[in-house]
């Protein structure tokens, strides 16, 4: 079975601090990476797709994969308090990593 | 963007009854749809894939008799929980990642189905 494992929670960030959640997978043929964000008793919404190996930036997220490394990151910066929830990583199979949650307080 | 509509969003059932779930994309032809299962304070467990016009692939562990998965149209896949019981009690999400995207393309979720087996 592909694994993907994410750092273990929960992370707690104070407001305005970065927040780094981190993920590696097993998968070498993986291609792509998604992080998704949950919150709770909601559906995952998509925040980042990440395709090549490098640094990805939107807004105040950064993705970074190494696919040598066999591992992805997301990086949040001047977190908020609104960030709080689950992230998901996730390879183009979609079997999700475990999640890590993240609270940020203010 | 892409919008996938899951209904009910809520469900109590008596045990031993069959309940429907079902996953419409609404702007989209989902070639294939995901169906997953998330117990409290626990992260997404893929139960199947479907693909359109044939039978879903099961995850291991995943009772393919208990949970039907139908995906007849491009627009339409359904998971039916039959005999229900409380330990079936969960979130259930489907998802679809859009026909004309590649293996490679993120997916699109649908807001999730509450069923509680009483």
């Known amino acids: 079975q592909k694994e993907v494992e994410q750092n273990s929670g929960p992370l707690s960030v104070p407001e305005g601090a970065i927040a780094s959640l981190n993920c590696t997978y097993s998968?070498?043929?993986?291609?792509?990476f998604f992080w998704y964000r949950q919150y709770s008793g909601k559906s995952p919404e998509l925040i980042m797709s990440?395709?090549?190996?490098g640094d990805k930036e939107d807004g105040r997220f950064t993705a970074q994969l190494n696919k040598a490394s066999q591992y992805v990151s997301l990086l949040i910066r001047d977190s908020q308090p609104s960030d709080s929830a689950t992230y998901l990583c996730a390879p183009p199979d979609m079997r999700f990593g475990a999640g890590t949650r993240l609270t940020v307080k203010p | 963007g892409a919008v996938v509509s899951q209904h009910p969003s809520r469900v109590i059932c008596k045990s031993g009854t069959s309940v429907k779930i079902e996953c419409r994309s609404l702007d989209f032809q989902a070639t294939t749809m995901f169906w997953y299962r998330q117990f409290p304070k626990q992260s997404l467990m893929l139960m199947a894939t479907s693909n359109e016009g044939s039978k879903a692939t099961y995850e291991q562990g995943v009772e393919k008799d208990k949970f039907l998965i139908n995906h007849a149209s491009l627009t339409l896949s359904t998971l039916t929980v039959t005999s229900a019981h409380p330990e079936d009690s969960s979130f259930y999400i489907c998802s679809a990642r859009d026909g004309g995207s590649t293996y490679n393309s993120p997916l699109h979720f649908g807001n999730g189905t509450r069923l509680t087996v009483t």
């Open positions: 998968d070498r043929g993986s291609q792509s």
């Open positions: 990440i395709y090549s190996n």
